[in-house]
């Protein structure tokens, strides 16, 4: 399919609640975090059948909703491509949530993330994760795909660990692999790298993400302080 030669429409928008100003937003926040520095680390929202891509390698606080891709979710043919740029390299992990539900998917490269890969023993395929109970943020996770509600405070809060390769997109079978293995998850950690954390809606999304982060931190001060 050719790009459409009105692509500029597909993202621009006086609406704050655009996906292609909301990427900017959120990116703008999530650099904050420390989540996305040194042009490490995105966003993607899937809205209806578009797909809201960022390129590759820029500094991903300073995007502009102009800098976006816009691809066709069905056809996977992009309908807008800034002509100097390319897509994030983290498109078909993106994908990957999108093709289980999702509306929104995080990538972040935060510190607390990495940390928490690296208490976790490896070797052991896909069986590796990251598991905590008994913190009361971990209700702010939901239940499942499908499952109606969040976790409980007696529930067992499980994030799988895949293994970092050497290019991002080759991390897809992986991510995809953890995906089955536990089809209730909505987030993966890349061990040394970061993770993916998807949701229903950019909300969902986002606020899981910060769940996440949350207990990761806590994760890794706990461990420090010796604590079980
Ligand atoms: C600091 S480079 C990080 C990248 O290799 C990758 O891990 C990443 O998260 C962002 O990829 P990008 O293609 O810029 O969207
Ligand atoms: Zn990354």
């Known amino acids: ?136 943020q971990i209700k702010g996770i939901p239940k499942g795909r499908g499952k109606a509600g969040n976790l409980g405070y007696h529930d067992s809060l499980r994030i799988p660990i895949i293994e970092n390769t050497a290019h991002e997109e080759d991390l897809t079978e992986s991510l995809e692999k953890a995906m089955e293995a536990h089809p209730d998850t909505y987030a993966v950690l890349v061990r040394r790298h970061g993770i993916y954390v998807w949701g229903d809606s950019v909300q969902k999304a986002k606020t899981q993400c910060e769940s996440l982060d949350y207990i990761f931190q806590l994760a890794v001060e706990m461990k420090r302080l010796g604590l079980p």
Not at 12 to 24: F, G
Not at 53 to 71: R, Y
Request: hydrophobic share 35%; aromatic share 8%; with cysteine.
């Open 1 to 136: 399919m050719a790009v459409r030669e009105d692509a500029d429409q597909l993202v621009r928008s006086t609406d704050s609640q655009h996906p292609a100003n909301l990427i900017c937003e959120l990116c703008r926040k999530f650099y904050t975090l420390g989540w996305v520095t040194g042009t490490g680390g995105g966003t993607s929202i899937r809205h209806n059948d578009h797909i809201f891509i960022a390129p590759s390698g820029v500094q991903k606080e300073l995007m502009q909703p102009t800098d976006m891709f816009v691809m066709d979710y069905n056809n996977r043919q992009y309908l807008r491509k800034p002509t100097t740029l390319k897509p994030s390299a983290c498109t078909p992990l993106f994908l990957a949530a999108f093709d289980r539900g999702a509306g929104c998917c995080i990538h972040t490269h935060s510190q607390w993330a990495v940390l928490v890969t690296l208490l976790v023993e490896r070797d052991f395929g896909t069986k590796a994760c990251f598991e905590i109970e008994r913190i009361e």
